[in-house]
T-cell receptor, first 118, second 114 residues
Framework: GAVVSQHPSRVICKSGTSVKIECRSLDFQATTMFWYRQFPKQSLMLMATSNEGSKATYEQGVEKDKFLINHASLTLSTLTVTSAHPEDSSFYIC??????????????FGSGTQLSVL | AQSVTQLDSHVSVSEGTPVLLRCNYSSSYSPSLFWYVQHPNKGLQLLLKYTSAATLVKGINGFEAEFKKSETSFHLTKPSAHMSDAAEYFCVVSDLGNTGKLIFGQGTTLQVKP
C-alpha cells in the first residue's frame, strides 16, 4: 500500500536552533499534506494543512512564523520549527492524501518525529 | 462542528477476552468515521472506516465497529484480545467537505494483561 516516509524519527536539539522535519509520499503524489502535533498521553491536534505550490493553512493558535511549512513538490512537505524552545518538544506526525483515492479514505500517516528541545 | 468523544481514557482486559472501546460522535450530517491505532512512538495505522455504506464495518486484526446513528456511536470491538493489541486507539471523524482534515478523539489506552 501507499507509504508516507517521515524523517527524522527522533531529534534532540539545543534551545534556539531550528529543526526541519520531512514528510514524503513514496508512491503517490500528494497535493495535500497535514501536520499534527501530539503531546504525551494526548490526542493529535492538527497544526496546518500543506498545499503543494501554495501557502499552508494554519489552524487557530498555531504560529506560522514559528512552524514554517513548505510543500514545494507533490511528494515532499517540510515542517521547520524555528528557534525551538523546550515547550516545542512534542511528537509531530504528518499525513498525506492520495488524490487518486476517495478523499478521506486515502489518507496515510508518517511514523512521526519525536522532537526534544534541551 | 464535528467532534468525537472517547468515553474511556484507559481500558484494561485480559488476553483472550473481548475488547470494547467506546466512541460517540457529534455531526450535523452523515459523517465519515475512522478508528486508528498507534503503537508507542509510532505513526498511526488505520483499523477501519465507515463512509455511509454498511453500518457494521470490519477492519484489520479482527476489529470491527458498528455505526449507530440513533445512538451517535461508533464503538470498536474485538472478540478476543491479543497481547499485541495493547496500544493507543483513536476514534476520528472527518471534517465537512472531505478536505482530508481529521478530528481526533482523546484516545483510549488499551492494556492487555496475560
Amino acid at each position: 500500500g501507499a507509504v508516507v516516509s517521515q524523517h527524522p524519527s527522533r531529534v534532540i536539539c539545543k534551545s534556539g536552533t531550528s529543526v526541519k522535519i520531512e514528510c514524503r509520499s513514496l508512491d503517490f503524489q500528494a497535493t495535500t499534506m497535514f501536520w499534527y502535533r501530539q503531546f504525551p498521553k494526548q490526542s493529535l491536534m492538527l497544526m496546518a494543512t500543506s498545499n503543494e505550490g501554495s501557502k499552508a493553512t494554519y489552524e487557530q493558535g498555531v504560529e506560522k512564523d514559528k512552524f514554517l511549512i513548505n510543500h514545494a513538490s507533490l511528494t515532499l512537505s517540510t515542517l521547520t520549527v524555528t528557534s525551538a524552545h523546550p515547550e516545542d518538544s512534542s511528537f509531530y506526525i504528518c499525513s498525506a492524501r492520495d488524490p487518486q483515492g476517495f478523499t478521506n479514505e486515502k489518507l496515510f500517516f508518517g511514523s512521526g518525529t519525536q522532537l526534544s528541545v534541551l | 462542528a464535528q467532534s468525537v468523544t472517547q468515553l474511556d481514557s484507559h481500558v484494561s482486559v485480559s488476553e483472550g477476552t473481548p475488547v470494547l472501546l467506546r466512541c460517540n460522535y457529534s455531526s450535523s450530517y452523515s459523517p465519515s468515521l475512522f478508528w486508528y491505532v498507534q503503537h508507542p512512538n509510532k505513526g498511526l495505522q488505520l483499523l477501519l472506516k465507515y463512509t455511509s455504506a454498511a453500518t457494521l464495518v470490519k477492519g484489520i486484526n479482527g476489529f470491527e465497529a458498528e455505526f449507530k446513528k440513533s445512538e451517535t456511536s461508533f464503538h470498536l470491538t474485538k472478540p478476543s484480545a491479543h497481547m499485541s493489541d495493547a496500544a493507543e486507539y483513536f476514534c476520528v471523524v472527518s471534517d465537512l467537505g472531505n478536505t482530508g482534515k481529521l478530528i481526533f478523539g482523546q484516545g483510549t489506552t488499551l492494556q492487555v494483561k496475560p
